[in-house]
Nanobody, 114 residues
Framework: QVQLVESGGGLVQPGGSLRLSCAAS????????IGWYRQAPGKQRELVAV???????NYAVSVKGRFTISRDHAQNTVYLQMNSLKPEAPALYSC????????WGQGTQVTVSS
């Protein structure tokens, strides 16, 4: 069964950067679109960025111009480069295939705070 493992989260100051990684156990990254999502406590999961199998990207309005999603086929990994991070509630960032998600991984926690 294909699994997704997220990493790279942590505590960062406002204005700082983080790069998240979404490593797949199979070649799902090359076959399906992959989305990065985030969920803050008490809120619904929201789609932050998506990259298609053809390499097209799309972003939520709230992160456009600051976040960049990319993909490494050889490593079966999708990255989310997050720059100019804003102070906000801690959120769990997760990745998954679209439109048919597989079981969710554990995600990686991101906290932007001074």
């Amino acid at each position: 069964q294909v699994q997704l493992v997220e990493s790279g989260g942590g505590l960062v100051q406002p204005g700082g950067s983080l790069r998240l990684s979404c490593a797949a156990s199979g070649s799902i990254v090359s076959i399906y679109a992959i989305g990065w999502y985030r969920q803050a406590p008490g809120k619904q999961r929201e789609l932050v960025a998506v990259i298609t199998s053809g390499g097209m990207t799309n972003y939520a309005v709230s992160v456009k111009g600051r976040f960049t999603i990319s993909r490494d086929h050889a490593q079966n990994t999708v990255y989310l480069q997050m720059n100019s991070l804003k102070p906000e509630a801690p959120a769990l960032y997760s990745c998954n295939a679209r439109p048919s998600p597989i079981p969710w991984g554990q995600g990686t926690q991101v906290t932007v705070s001074s």
